[in-house]
């Protein structure tokens, strides 16, 4: 009997008290999303996301791209440490990429391009430069 109560009271929440709250609000899953989490420089996960959150995962941290990426001559180590930080930091979190912002802007693919050549898990570096520009200008200012 306690089944059927239960049953009963999912689908007064489903059918009646979300809808409702939902019209009331006025306001989608989306707005409250950013409201709650972009503070925190969180932002959804796309399906381009997903492909290259999965092309970043088979970096395996050898740091041989470094020892090729000409951008590593051009700026200072204090706001670039080597194209492994794009599949090994970066990648990995929204909230890390306001502070990448400048280096990512200066980053010139040729010679990202002599780092992906070497990568023995293929990692491409030069895609996740560019989508990772993108995605910093998706998330919120602090
Ligand atoms: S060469 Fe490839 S696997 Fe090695 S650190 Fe760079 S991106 Fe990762």
Redesign the pocket.
């Known amino acids: 009997m306690s089944r059927f109560w239960g049953n009963l009271y999912l689908a007064y929440r489903a059918l009646a008290a979300r809808p409702l709250k939902r019209l009331l609000r006025g306001e989608g899953g989306i707005e409250r999303f950013y409201e709650n989490y972009g503070p925190e420089g969180l932002i959804p996960t796309t399906a381009q996301d997903r492909a290259m959150l999965t092309a970043a995962g ?9 020892a090729f990426d000409g951008n590593l001559s051009r700026m200072d180590r204090s706001v670039y440490d080597g ?2 930080l ?3 930091q970066w990648a990995r979190t929204s909230v890390d990429l306001p502070h990448a912002r400048r280096a990512l802007s200066r980053l010139r693919p040729a010679e990202l391009e002599e ?2 050549y ?6 491409p ?1 030069v895609e996740l430069a560019h989508w990772l520009s993108q995605r910093a200008r998706r998330v919120p200012a602090p």
């Open positions: 088979r970096c395996i941290a050898c740091g041989l791209c470094d194209a492994s794009l599949p090994r780092a992906q070497v990568c023995p898990t293929g990692v570096l």
